[in-house]
């Protein structure tokens, strides 16, 4: 089983840049297809990006495309989602996962508690 913990949310103005970070414990992130989704107030959660276990074959939602950038430091166990142009449409909580499989397929395993990212206009 591993823990996630993200941190690195905030408030930025539309334009900026945040990196949201992920700490794993308990497993090694290159040991798990990982990702990052988020969720907007009265929305669903949905898939941002993710993936495989070697940190390969890596998707991204339409809307993140050019301007977010998951990757990970396998000697920090940690995994990052740099977020570039942002714009108020980013605004959400953003949440870290895991899946025991070793591609990023269907529902993630584990999941963070989610930072908050406020976009500003």
């Known amino acids: 089983q591993v823990q996630l913990v993200e941190s690195g949310g905030g408030l930025v103005q539309a334009g900026g840049s945040l990196r949201l970070s992920c700490a794993a414990s308990?497993?090694?992130?290159?040991?798990?297809?990982m990702g990052w989704f988020r969720q907007a107030p009265g929305k669903e959660r949905e898939f941002v990006t993710a993936?495989?276990?070697?940190?390969?074959?890596?998707r991204y939602a339409d809307s993140v495309k050019g301007r977010f950038t998951i990757f990970r430091d396998n000697a920090k166990n940690t995994l990052y989602l740099q977020m570039n142009s942002l714009k108020p449409e980013d605004t959400a909580v953003y949440y870290c996962?895991?899946?025991?499989?070793?591609?990023?397929?269907?529902?993630?395993?584990?999941w963070g508690q989610g930072t908050q990212v406020t976009v500003s206009s």
């Open positions: 996962a895991a899946y025991r499989t070793v591609t990023p397929d269907g529902t993630p395993d584990y």
């Open positions: 308990g497993r090694t992130v290159s040991s798990y297809a």
């Open positions: 993936f495989n276990w070697r940190g390969a074959n890596t």
